[in-house]
């Protein structure tokens, strides 16, 4: 019997953290979660050419020799982790964690490494299968303090093994899998603020595996989430659940730090036939919008050129010394490094600065403006162009007009604005 994994992940930077420096992958026959750590910028540049490194084994894995062919592949990670290291002495202590698992449709063979966990629900009973590589775990295994005073222990992210030191021994398993299964994969940022007993709860309680991963991503926020914040769910079916792009986020996506010659995030965004056959059918609607259309053109021409560029091995350098202005997650009227278009899928664009402005506060042009995103040659011209569509003054033509704040002189608000700002 082969089984299937239906899956879901999002990788978030948390409330605190200024950059995310977890990564993570999933992919019909590969799932794995990174938490990088090192000064210099350098935890983001981890994980994400470990995890660009190990989702090569998104493919059903062989016969025989899976294990030897795990180990070689992170072994080859963490080689090229050392040699980032011997190249800029600067990056000494930099590394990550790995929580990965290669599944053969009934098999899983998982390598651990750090304080990423894997939990499994199975039949409402919940268990967590991996032993954290940390100080409090090795106490707690001795016996010196319990678990509950481990999560509260000042040193509780203190990391006893990771990738990128100089020799590395990660824990190698395999698990059955049984339909109904569903696995989380996280890093220290869920399981930090959010506690076991929510986390069995929001796995038992989800429908989907999208839901259970927004769920707890939610409860992290929440709770302040101090540092970044990534969670993984993949639940086990006996149904082909249908054609499921890969996901890769967080550090890993971005294509700065997966400049590899084995680097999967080029392939990935070159790959996917989803978005170009879903462009295409957008382009052939019968009577498009003109203004629309010439977006949509634009987008498919730059989509396509940024795909050549890659094809040549060009990385996204370029992508990356352009901006616009657009409308981040949370809807505000934001600057982004990058092009406003998604290749395959994967959006090439990099929040850069979010205003506190909304964007549904901007009149309905400057909305759809926005919508193609407002491009700009500089940052600085991104910054000027952001600060005047934001300018909270009455006299900020960009914006709805300021809502009247109870004086009698309604005559002067513009009738046709149903709209208004408070400020
Ligand atoms: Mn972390």
């Not at 967080?250 to 392939?267: K, Y």
């Not at 290749?343 to 979010?354: K, N």
Request: contains cysteine; charged residues 25%.
């Amino acid at each position: 019997m082969s089984l299937h994994l239906r899956y879901a992940a999002i990788s978030d930077r948390g409330v605190v953290r200024q950059g995310n420096q977890d990564s993570v992958y999933a992919g019909s026959h590969f799932i794995a979660v990174a938490d990088g750590m090192g000064g210099m910028a350098a935890g983001d540049l981890a994980s994400a050419i470990v995890i660009n490194t190990v989702a090569r084994l998104d493919v059903p894995p062989p016969e025989e020799s899976v294990a030897d062919e795990l180990a070689d592949t992170v072994a080859e990670a963490n080689r090229a982790i050392r040699r980032l290291v011997a190249d800029d002495p600067d990056k000494e202590g930099m590394g990550t964690t790995l929580t990965a698992l290669w599944f053969d449709g009934e098999w899983f063979n998982m390598v651990h490494i750090g304080d990423s966990r894997a939990y499994r629900m199975r039949d409402g009973a919940f268990e967590q299968i991996t032993v954290d590589d940390t100080y409090v775990q090795m106490l707690v295994d001795e016996g010196r303090i319990t678990a509950e005073e481990a999560e509260r222990h000042p040193q509780r992210s203190l990391l006893l093994r990771a990738l990128g030191a100089s020799e590395v021994e990660p824990a190698f398993q395999t698990l059955k899998g049984v339909p109904g299964d569903r696995l989380l994969l996280c890093s220290d940022g869920l399981t930090g603020p959010v506690s076991d007993a929510d986390i069995a709860l929001a796995l038992q309680s989800a429908a989907t595996p999208i839901e259970a991963v927004e769920s707890l991503v939610g409860q992290a926020l929440e709770a302040g989430a101090p540092d970044n914040v990534t969670v993984l769910i993949a639940d086990v079916v006996e149904g082909d659940p249908g054609e499921q792009a890969p996901i890769i986020a967080g550090a890993a996506a971005d294509a700065r730090l997966a400049e590899s010659d084995t680097a999967v995030l080029p392939a990935i965004k070159r790959g996917d036939p989803a978005e170009a056959d879903e462009e295409a059918e957008s382009d052939g609607e019968a009577e498009p919008k003109g203004k629309r259309r010439g977006g949509r053109v634009w987008r498919t021409v730059l989509a396509c050129l940024i795909v050549l560029v890659l094809a040549a091995g060009g990385g996204l350098w370029w992508v990356r010394t352009h901006y616009f202005i657009g409308v981040s997650d949370s809807g505000n009227i934001s600057v982004f490094r990058g092009m406003p278009v998604e290749v395959a899928g994967v959006e090439a664009a990099w929040l850069e600065i979010e205003s506190s402005r909304a964007a549904e506060d901007a009149v309905d042009d400057v909305q759809d403006d926005l919508d193609e995103g407002i491009t700009a040659d500089s940052i600085e011209d991104a910054e000027s162009e952001l600060a005047e569509l934001t300018d909270a003054a009455a006299t900020n033509e960009h914006l709805v007009p300021l809502c009247s704040s109870g004086d009698s002189s309604t005559d002067t608000q513009p009738a046709a604005t149903a709209d208004c700002r408070e400020s």
